[in-house]
């Protein structure tokens, strides 16, 4: 037992230190994990406002483009969210969206789940999906429930 432990937790630091290099997100489903080689949808860094739900500097990604101004069945959106602590500028929040089929029209078919962390190589856990995010989000149904238009 013990070796085993001694083992898994040099393959953690391994790990760790290869999630600094490839900068994956511990916590964050793999399939919103590629968002930085997607479309980025933002043309500045969003900065926060007084009105904004969520804290932090912004960019926003789409693994798909729109289409008649719709995204297409099958996008992932990811706004990643940064803060400074301790003098380090890292990933702290990462809100989702993914659109599915049939999956819920009164909500534009969009999946919402937000995951925030208070350090540079924590685990990030979600804080809250789909009914807390409806209410702001339907503002921009007029652009398929997503505000970032450029
Ligand atoms: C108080 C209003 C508010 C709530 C609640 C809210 N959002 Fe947002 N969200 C915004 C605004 C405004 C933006 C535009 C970018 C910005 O200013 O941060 C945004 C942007 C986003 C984006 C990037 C795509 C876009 O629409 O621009 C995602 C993804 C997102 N929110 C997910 C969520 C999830 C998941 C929840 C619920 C857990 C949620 N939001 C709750 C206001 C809100």
């Known amino acids: ?5 001694a083992v898994v937790g040099c393959c953690a630091a391994f790990l760790g230190a290869g999630i600094a290099v490839a900068a994956s997100l511990p916590g964050i489903p ?8 997607w479309h980025k949808v933002n043309a500045k860094l969003i900065r926060p406002t007084s009105t904004t ?9 789409a693994s798909k483009k729109k289409v008649a101004g719709r995204y297409p ?6 706004k990643e969210g940064f803060t400074t602590a301790g003098g380090k500028r890292f990933v702290s929040l990462i809100a989702t969206m993914r659109k599915q089929r049939g999956l819920d029209p009164a909500h534009g078919n969009w999946k919402f789940i937000e995951w925030t962390r208070s350090s540079p190589n924590a685990r990030f856990t979600e804080i ?23």
């Open 1 to 5: 037992m013990i070796r085993r432990a």
């Open 30 to 37: 793999k399939a919103f994990q590629p968002y930085k080689s």
């Open 53 to 61: 739900a969520h804290p932090g500097t912004k960019n926003v990604y």
């Open 73 to 78: 069945v099958g996008t992932l959106i990811v």
């Open 128 to 150: 809250a999906r789909d009914a807390t995010c409806w209410g702001c989000h339907a503002q921009a149904k007029r652009t398929d429930w997503v505000y970032t238009t450029r």
